[in-house]
C-alpha cells in the first residue's frame, strides 16, 4: 500500500532528517487491512533509526505527537483503529520542543 | 490543512459541531469539541481575543514587545496578535523582540524565521544580542565554563535579554508566547520544587506591573496541539522538554481537561500570610529586579569576568549570602539546574 508519512517538529531527526517518505506497506499473510497500530509499528521497524522512544510509547505514539491522516486529528477516526488506505497521508509532528 | 475535501473518510462523516455544516477536522482537547478547520480558526482567534478582553492585557495607543524565538508559539502569537489588533482595532503598535545569544549554528534558523515574520506581518524587528548586551557570547561562555552549567547562564541572560531589548524599543509591555502546556508545566515543578514564590506568580496572566516592563502571556488558556495545528506546518526542533512535560501529556491523553484543570489549582494555591516571601528588589548593579542585592546575571557575569564561572550557579543565594555554602550546593543542585533549558521562569 502506497503511503506518505511526514515527520515534523523534530522528529524527522529520528529518520535521518528526511520528513517527507513516500513509502510502500505490504500487508502481512492474513491481514486485510491496515490500521495505525500495524502502520505504526512497521514505521518503528522501518523508518525510525534512531531513539524510537521519541517516537513511540507502548504500541501508541508519545503522548504530545500530534497525528494526522490526511489532515484529520487521527482522534477523530480512531486513532490506533483508524483504517489507511492506498495514498493515504499520515503526518506526526512532536510538540515537545520549545516555542 | 487544505486540500483534504476528497479524502474525509476516516472521520465517518462526522459534522462540525460548530457549523453543523463541514466534516470536522479536529477534535478540541479543552471541550472535546469536534470541529472543522474553519471554525477551529475562528474559535482559536476569537478565544485569544477574550482572554485579552477580559483580562485588559492591552491599553490603547500601547507600545507592546513581542518576544519571537522563532518557535511556533512566538511565531502564531505575533500573527495572531497582528490580526487581533487589526480586527478588533486594540490600537496597538506590535514589535517582534528576538535575542541572539550567540551560539553558533542554534539561531540561524529561527532569525530567519524571525526575520520571514517581520516580512510577513509587517511588524519592526529588533534583535539583542548576549554580546551587545552582557560582552559575552554564549559561545565564548561554553569556551569558559564548559556544557555543565551553560543553561544557568543561558536561562538568567534571556529572562533580562528581553527585558532590556523591550527598554530599547520603548515598549509598555512584553507578550510571550507561552501556552497552557508550560504553565500547567511550570505549576507541577514549582510544586515539585517547593517554589512557592514562583508558584503564585506562575499563573498570573500579567507579572511585572510593579516592574518597568511588565509580561504578559495572551496564550495562557490556549493548548498547544492547537498551536502546532493552527498554521499546521512544520517546524525546527529545539530542545527536548523534561518530565513534567511528558507527564503533561500523558495526562492530557487521559483526561483532556487536565491542562486546565492544573492551571485552575495553581491559580487557586492560597499561601499562608505568615509564609515570609523573598522580597522583590532592584539589583544594585545593574537596577534589574532582583530579591538579593546583585541580580542573578550580575553574579554570574561576576564571575565570567574574574574567571570564577561557577560563581552563582546552583540554587543561589550568590554573592550576597556567601559562596562557600552556595559551592556545596552546586552538586546537589546540578540535576534541576541542567534541565533549565527545557524549564521555563516566569
Known amino acids: ?99 | 490543512m487544505d486540500d483534504t475535501e476528497a479524502k474525509t473518510n476516516k472521520a465517518g462523516g462526522r459534522q462540525c459541531s460548530i457549523c453543523n455544516q463541514r466534516r470536522a477536522a479536529l477534535k478540541r482537547p479543552k471541550t472535546l469539541q469536534q470541529i472543522c478547520k474553519e471554525c477551529f480558526y475562528a474559535v482559536f482567534e476569537e478565544e485569544i481575543h477574550q482572554v485579552i478582553v477580559d483580562n485588559h492585557l492591552f491599553k490603547p495607543g500601547e507600545r507592546i514587545a513581542i518576544g519571537a524565538s522563532g518557535g511556533k508559539d512566538s511565531t502564531v502569537l505575533a500573527y495572531v496578535l497582528s490580526e487581533l489588533n487589526r480586527r478588533h482595532n486594540y490600537g496597538l503598535n506590535l514589535f517582534l523582540l528576538s535575542v541572539d545569544e550567540g551560539i553558533t549554528g542554534y539561531r540561524d534558523d529561527s532569525l530567519e524565521t524571525v526575520k520571514r515574520n517581520e516580512v510577513q506581518y509587517g511588524l519592526p524587528l529588533k534583535v539583542v544580542s548576549y554580546k551587545d548586551l552582557y560582552g559575552w557570547t554564549m559561545d565564548e561562555i561554553v569556551k569558559m565554563i564548559g556544557l555543565k552549567n551553560n543553561c544557568t547562564f543561558c536561562g538568567v541572560f534571556r529572562r533580562q535579554a528581553l527585558d532590556r531589548g523591550a527598554a530599547l524599543l520603548k515598549t509598555d509591555k512584553l507578550a510571550t508566547g507561552h501556552n497552557a502546556d508550560d504553565i500547567a508545566e511550570t505549576i507541577l515543578l514549582n510544586i515539585l520544587r517547593g517554589d512557592i514564590a514562583r508558584l503564585s506568580r506562575c499563573t498570573s496572566i500579567t507579572t511585572g506591573e510593579d516592574g518597568p516592563i511588565p509580561r504578559c502571556k495572551p496564550f495562557k488558556y490556549t493548548y498547544e496541539k492547537e498551536i502546532v495545528i493552527y498554521p499546521c506546518s512544520i517546524y525546527s526542533p529545539n530542545a527536548y522538554r523534561g518530565f513534567a512535560r511528558e507527564f503533561i501529556k500523558d495526562l492530557e491523553r487521559i483526561r483532556p481537561r487536565a491542562i486546565l484543570d492544573i492551571i485552575k489549582s495553581g491559580e487557586n494555591f492560597r499561601i499562608s500570610t505568615s509564609t515570609k516571601m523573598p522580597e522583590q528588589g532592584t539589583c544594585e548593579r545593574c537596577g534589574y529586579i532582583s530579591s538579593q542585592k546583585w541580580c542573578k546575571a550580575c553574579v554570574l557575569l561576576e564571575g565570567l569576568n574574574r574567571g570564577l564561572p561557577k560563581l552563582g550557579i546552583g540554587r543561589t543565594r550568590g554573592l550576597n549570602n556567601g559562596q562557600n555554602k552556595d559551592m556545596d550546593q552546586t552538586n546537589g543542585m546540578k540535576n534541576i539546574h541542567s534541565k533549565e533549558c527545557g524549564t521555563l521562569d516566569f
Open chain 1, 1 to 99: 500500500m502506497q503511503l506518505t508519512l511526514e515527520f515534523g517538529g523534530g522528529l524527522e531527526l529520528l529518520c535521518q532528517s528526511v520528513k517527507i517518505h513516500n513509502v510502500d506497506v505490504v500487508l502481512q499473510a492474513g491481514e486485510t487491512k491496515l490500521t495505525m497500530r500495524v502502520l505504526l509499528s512497521w514505521i518503528r521497524t522501518n523508518v525510525i533509526k534512531e531513539r524510537p522512544e521519541m517516537f513511540m510509547k507502548g504500541d501508541s505514539v508519545r503522548p504530545g505527537v500530534l497525528v494526522l491522516v490526511n489532515d484529520c486529528d487521527w482522534e477523530l477516526s480512531g486513532q490506533l483503529d483508524t483504517t489507511l488506505e492506498e495514498k493515504d497521508v499520515v503526518v506526526f509532528i512532536s510538540t515537545l520542543h520549545g516555542g
